[in-house]
Structures are given as structure tokens and as C-alpha cells.
């Protein structure tokens, strides 16, 4: 999912087991959505970034990722990364 900053999160689905730390993890989501940011999951998908759905992590707004990495370092099982699109 690209941006419009020049970088995509790419999510690789078959890595992920949906522990949702990526998720709690995520400045823009802890900062939008008091749930997150006391631990839960997103009350709803209009102010986030990432979220788990259906046990898989799912970018939901690409584009008010900051591009911070943060859900790229937390992640256990390598299933985010940040690429950088020309």
C-alpha cells in the first residue's frame, strides 16, 4: 500500500500470527485511538493506521502512516517491512 510520502508498508500475511503488537505499537494509532493506546484494539478503522482482522495484520490508512518503522521493529516475526517507492 503506497502513500503519498514515497514509502509503502508491505504486510506479509503468511508470516503474521496476529499478535497485534504492531498495532499497540504504532504512534499514529496509540495517538488517534484511545483504545490502542491502553493496549485494545482500535475502536474503529477511520484514525488508524494498522489493525489485526480475521488473525492477520491489515493496513487499513496508508496514508497517515508517518513512516516512523516502529510497527516494522516491534513485529516478532519480521511480517512488516517499510519500502522505499520511487
Excluded: Q, W
Excluded at 504492531?22 to 496509540?30: F, I, Q, R, T
Excluded at 493496513?59 to 516502529?70: A, D, F, Q, R
Aim: with cysteine.
Amino acid at each position: 500500500m503506497i502513500n503519498n510520502k514515497g514509502y509503502s508498508l508491505v504486510v506479509f500475511p503468511e508470516k503474521c500470527h496476529g499478535c497485534g503488537i504492531c498495532v499497540v505499537a504504532c504512534p499514529v494509532n496509540a495517538a488517534n485511538d484511545p483504545n490502542v493506546a491502553g493496549g485494545a484494539g482500535p475502536e474503529s478503522e477511520e484514525n488508524i493506521v494498522i489493525r489485526v482482522e480475521n488473525g492477520v495484520i491489515k493496513i487499513v490508512n496508508p496514508e497517515l502512516c508517518g513512516g516512523c518503522g516502529t510497527c516494522v521493529e516491534f513485529c516478532p516475526v519480521d511480517a512488516i517491512k517499510l519500502v522505499r517507492v520511487k
